[in-house]
């Protein structure tokens, strides 16, 4: 009889198909974009009482089987995870397979055996994950300054061709950083444009916060304003979004006081700095998150599953499960740092802006550091024909360092 389990988790996982044909079990991973094909020999079973290969590493094993009598049955619950990135399918849920055996009385042999064949082949393959895991950036390869002629840089977001856009807020522009590396205007009076991000039909939604709303611009330059405030009232200043495959808008809302406008407090009526959602087509906001104090970078999953929300208020990230319907749940702590803006690569590492750059892997683990020389960096994304080019905003800079992931905003 085989049983299926699954859960939820920020790390990637593949499927493992196992094979348990009468006294013998035969492991088989397969399908994943990057990873060799790998089949274990035959093990013999039970195995060992137990076995823990170290958690740090992207390997995991784990061997248990519990004992019903003295010499009688053995119930045997094989599961293998191997804790690898998807490149397909980033953020893909855990799927274990297990079958129940029964076997007969265990030898030294048949203990010891299962453990000489694991770690064999967990070594090699343990040493070859984190190696993928760590191998981000292109070998050799350090931030290159593109332009230096900005007031300050923000808003980075990346067109399906790869074109960067980004924002010079102070200056109330649009810039353009094309594939072929040419920089040029895209448009002039943005609304004083902060977060930006491509929707589905290729429209720029921008946080346009000189009268704190939300825009869709097209691609002839066409404005349509999406939101102009909630339920009545002025929005503190709409700072980054991001959109989910369903269409759905989620929007951080933090007060920074702008020196272009003519009010100096918040609209008390809001109740503080929240996190709203517009569903697909609606034309109303919703309250997302009423928890946060100063949330602002954002980014989410490309599979719509998972959402993270950097708390500036707190100095923390945290990380949400989405629903079918939009609304969040499962609030978790992802990261003891906050970002300004965030964006996420093929294998689910996120990618903080700040004071420099930090990569946190999908366990919440920070794995990079890279120091832009700038007094603050912030906003960021993939870029390039092959969305291999990391593209960075700070301050009165811009920055592309090449890396060795994709990215998949």
Not at 378 to 403: H, P, V
Request: aromatic share 12%.
């Amino acid at each position: 009889m085989f049983f299926t389990i699954e859960m939820k988790t920020a790390t990637n996982y593949i499927l493992l198909k196992m094979y348990m044909p009468d006294n013998e079990t035969v492991v088989k991973m397969e399908g994943v974009k990057g990873v060799p094909p790998f089949s274990s020999p035959v093990l013999p079973y039970p195995p060992f009482s137990s076995l823990f290969l170290p958690r740090g590493g992207p390997l995991g094993v784990f061997f248990s089987y519990c004992r019903r009598g003295a010499h009688r049955i053995a119930k045997l619950f094989y599961i293998a995870v191997f804790k690898l990135q998807n490149r397909n399918k980033p953020n893909k849920d855990l799927m274990i397979v297990m079958k129940n055996v029964f076997t007969r009385k265990p030898t030294f042999t048949s203990r010891m055996l299962p453990l000489i064949i694991t770690l064999a082949f967990a070594t090699p393959l343990n040493a070859w994950c984190q190696h993928q895991d760590t191998a981000l950036i292109t070998p050799g390869a350090t931030p290159k300054l593109v332009s230096h002629q900005f007031s300050f840089t923000e808003g980075a977001s990346t067109d399906k061709d790869g074109n960067v856009f980004f924002t010079d807020q102070p200056n109330n522009k649009i810039w353009e950083y094309s594939v072929d590396g040419k920089l040029s205007v895209f448009m002039d009076s943005t609304g004083r444009s902060n977060g930006m991000y491509f929707d589905g039909k290729g429209n720029l939604v921008t946080c346009a916060d000189e009268h704190d709303q939300l825009w869709s611009i097209s691609r002839n330059k066409k404005v349509k304003v999406l939101i102009t405030g909630y339920q009545g009232h002025m929005l503190n200043g709409p700072n980054d979004l991001w959109i989910a495959p369903s269409g759905g808008m989620y929007i951080t809302d933090p007060y920074y006081q702008r020196d272009y406008w003519e009010r100096k407090n918040p609209d008390a009526a809001l109740g503080g700095q929240k996190l709203y959602y517009l569903a697909k087509g609606k034309k109303e906001l919703v309250l997302a998150d009423t928890s946060v104090t100063q949330p602002n970078g954002i980014v989410g999953t490309p599979d719509g599953k998972t959402l993270y929300v950097a708390d500036m208020g707190k100095w923390k990230t945290f990380r949400y499960d989405i629903n079918s319907d939009g609304t969040l749940s499962n609030k978790q702590l992802f990261a003891n740092e906050a970002s300004d803006g965030m964006t996420i690569d093929e294998r689910g590492n996120l990618y903080f802006t700040n004071n420099g750059v930090q990569i946190y892997n999908p366990a919440g683990k920070k794995i990079v550091h890279i120091d832009i020389p700038e007094k603050w960096t912030a906003n960021i994304c993939f870029g390039g024909k092959d969305k291999k080019m990391l593209f960075i905003t700070a301050s009165e800079g811009i920055y592309t360092l090449q890396m060795v992931v994709k990215g998949v905003e």
